[in-house]
Nanobody
Framework: QVQLTESGGGLVQAGGSLRLSCVASGGLLWSHRVVWFRQTPGKEHEFVASIPYSGGTPSYTDSVKGRFTISRDIAKSTVYLEMKSLKPEDTAVYSC???????????????WGKGTLVTVSS
């Protein structure tokens, strides 16, 4: 059973940067796509970025393009989300998830981490 563990969240001022990590353990994700979602209280999970774990073209939601970068380090079983030029509206709990399905809606995920809180102050 694959387990995903996020880290790297915290409090940062607007304009600042953070790097989130998602470490996979207990199994392989070679055939999976890893997805970062974020969620604020009372709202659904919002897609942020995704990348095929085996390599390939990443994808991003429009609001983070040019500011966020998703990458993976196979040797460390880790997927990163580098976040720059952070804005208060980026404040959320960020969770990583993984799926073998083509669709990447939250309901399509096979595995989820517990999330890490990112707070961006103005």
């Amino acid at each position: 059973q694959v387990q995903l563990t996020e880290s790297g969240g915290g409090l940062v001022q607007a304009g600042g940067s953070l790097r989130l990590s998602c470490v996979a353990s207990g199994g392989l994700l070679w055939s999976h796509r890893v997805v970062w979602f974020r969620q604020t209280p009372g709202k659904e999970h919002e897609f942020v970025a995704s990348i095929p774990y085996s390599g390939g073209t990443p994808s991003y939601t429009d609001s983070v393009k040019g500011r966020f970068t998703i990458s993976r380090d196979i040797a460390k079983s880790t997927v990163y989300l580098e976040m720059k030029s952070l804005k208060p509206e980026d404040t959320a709990v960020y969770s990583c998830a993984a799926t073998t399905r083509v669709n990447i809606a939250p309901s399509d995920m096979h595995y989820w981490g517990k999330g890490t809180l990112v707070t961006v102050s103005s």
